[in-house]
């Protein structure tokens, strides 16, 4: 139906600001896998992303305060860009715990968990981009039924990474402050799969 009233599209504009903010954090985090040495310009540019990212929350929240008329359900607006931002959020508390615990290396699954958090990062932004032509959501689908499947092998990693750390047993603080970190990560690749569930909802509405 035709309206006079133009919809708030700016909203696209952060949603895509928000999940690339979000892409960059993963990359980051991932860097800490894989180039530890440099951790602490890994974390540096975690921090900036954190930073980056709850300006544009802001902002989209100051929008959809100011819009009449906005693309889709409200709630559905809030609630994404939460999710979003929680990514973030959720990356940055962890890297802030390997510096502030001085955790010396890091682990095998600690690598294959930001692994694949990236990838579904990657996979949550590229979804995010399609809200805007639900008309012709190609492809958009297959990568919200990607971002499930990437958060059950995430799960799986982290309870071998759990299973790991208690039976290798050791040093029981550094137990405590990886279990910690495990944790975080894998609640960053929840908030993924809860993005692709708040995006399916919203296909589901608009179709």
Known sequence: MF???PRNMAFFDLFDKAAAIAVRAAEAY?????????REEHVA????SE??????????????????????????IETLMTRVDDV???????AKRMM????????PAFTKQTDVLLKACRLMGEAVSKLRDLKKPNGLNDKLVEI?????????????????????????????????????????????EDIANVIRGIMVKNA
């Open 3 to 5: 309206s006079i009233i």
């Open 30 to 38: 991932a860097l800490l896998g894989h180039d530890y040495a440099n």
């Open 45 to 48: 540019r975690i921090r900036q």
């Open 51 to 76: 930073h980056d990212g709850d300006e544009v929350a802001h902002r989209a929240y100051d929008h959809l305060d100011k819009s009449f008329i906005t693309p889709f359900d409200r709630e559905d």
């Open 88 to 94: 973030i959020d959720e990356i940055d508390a962890a």
């Open 100 to 107: 502030l615990y001085q955790i010396p290396e890091t682990t």
């Open 148 to 192: 499930h499947f990437l958060e059950n092998v995430g799960d799986d990693i982290n309870h071998a990474a759990l299973a790991e750390l208690f039976e290798r047993g050791g040093d029981p603080l550094l137990v405590m402050k990886w279990k910690e970190i495990y944790d975080m990560t894998e609640r960053a690749i929840d908030r993924c």
